[in-house]
């Protein structure tokens, strides 16, 4: 047996070969013990994967083989390999299907499931076009994130939050990698709170735009930079047109570093600070914009001197630094209520 590597977009794609057939593609390394060549089906395939991740359907496939495959996987790859790009079916349909084929009565899903896990050749038996029946991305042997993406570079319409702009990139990318990742980083929650504080009254799209210019307007949100803004900044500041030039929420994005300074020496992290409200937990909820935990936290902060900090933008800040978690019923990245 034979092997060779593809370099894609998403990662490193190791292809095995008898010689003649494709027998195997994968995005780990399964062959160790096959000799390195060039080969003509390697060749075929690279040609093929080259034209797929430019975002184009391929009008050819490499020759293909399934080896040491049982009846049952070979009738779930070859549903599989049939579904069209840029669509997807479920585990449910696949089963139904082979249910009707084999005139059986009665199959689990999950066994469609184990069949795909260990599906020989990826993306061009396209098991990552099949999806749960209430439209989540699950079961993919390299990850939900190698999913997500290949169905991405098929402009396949994954189910995301209401409102996140599809045509906008750095929207998607936001909603998808960070929006609701917990994390407790003093320099990413700073970060955060002044940018939920310009985004009241504006769309967080627009923040969001305009991310880059704020970090490099704003010294990459050092604290003890911020805390110092003068005059002679603030005036910096308001000639910026690639930034929310608003004089009262530059002046509050100063004074609001330097309560949240005085916050993380009191407690040793703003993280620490917010425990107090959270008592540490995340909070699953969806279809609300504040709650009892904003409410606290908004009149605490109100109290200490901060601005712009009412129960809805603590809330979308929650939201945002993944203390809650709200990613809508129907996205992709939805999870259970644990509360």
């Not at 066994?111 to 396209?126: D, R, T, Y």
């Not at 702009?165 to 998808?176: C, V």
């Not at 769309?203 to 604290?223: G, V």
Request: proline share 2%; net charge positive; charged share 25%.
């Amino acid at each position: 047996m034979y092997t060779n590597v593809y370099y894609s977009p998403i990662g490193e794609i190791y292809l095995q070969s008898d010689g003649k057939f494709l027998t195997g593609l994968s995005f780990e390394n399964k062959y160790h013990d096959c000799i390195i060549k060039n080969l003509d089906i390697f060749d075929i395939t690279k040609k093929w994967l080259n034209i797929y991740f430019d975002g184009k359907i391929p009008d050819f496939f490499p020759k293909i083989k399934l080896i040491n495959v049982t009846k049952f996987r070979r009738d779930v790859l070859n549903i599989t390999k049939d579904i069209p790009y840029g669509k997807t079916i479920t585990y449910s349909d696949i089963t139904k299907q082979i249910i009707k084929n084999n005139n059986i009565k009665n199959m689990s899903s999950q066994a469609v499931g184990s069949a795909l896990k260990n599906n020989p050749i990826c993306i061009i038996i396209p098991c990552h076009r099949v999806i749960s029946k209430n439209g989540k991305l699950t079961g993919y042997a390299y990850g939900i994130d190698k999913k997500k993406k290949l169905l991405d570079i098929e402009n396949n319409n994954i189910k995301r939050c209401s409102w996140c702009n599809l045509n906008n990139k750095k929207y998607i990318d936001y909603h998808d990698n960070e929006w609701g990742v917990f994390n407790c980083d003093d320099k990413y929650l700073l970060e955060m709170l002044i940018l939920e504080m310009f985004q009241a009254g504006l769309s967080w799209e627009c923040i969001l735009n305009k991310r880059e210019s704020f970090r490099e307007s704003f010294d990459n949100f050092n604290i003890d930079k911020i805390c110092l803004y003068d005059n002679n900044k603030i005036e910096e500041l308001l000639n910026n047109k690639n930034i929310i030039r608003n004089k009262l929420k530059i002046n509050a994005s100063i004074n609001n570093a330097k309560i949240f300074k005085n916050i993380v020496s009191e407690y040793g992290s703003f993280y620490n600070y917010l425990k107090t409200f959270t008592h540490g937990k995340i909070i699953y909820e969806i279809n609300k914009t504040t709650n009892t935990i904003s409410d606290n936290i908004s009149e605490n902060l109100k109290y200490r001197g901060m601005k712009f900090v009412g129960s809805t933008t603590i809330y979308a800040y929650l939201q945002a630094i993944g203390v809650i978690y709200s990613h809508e019923s129907n996205c992709y990245l939805n999870k259970p209520n644990k509360n």
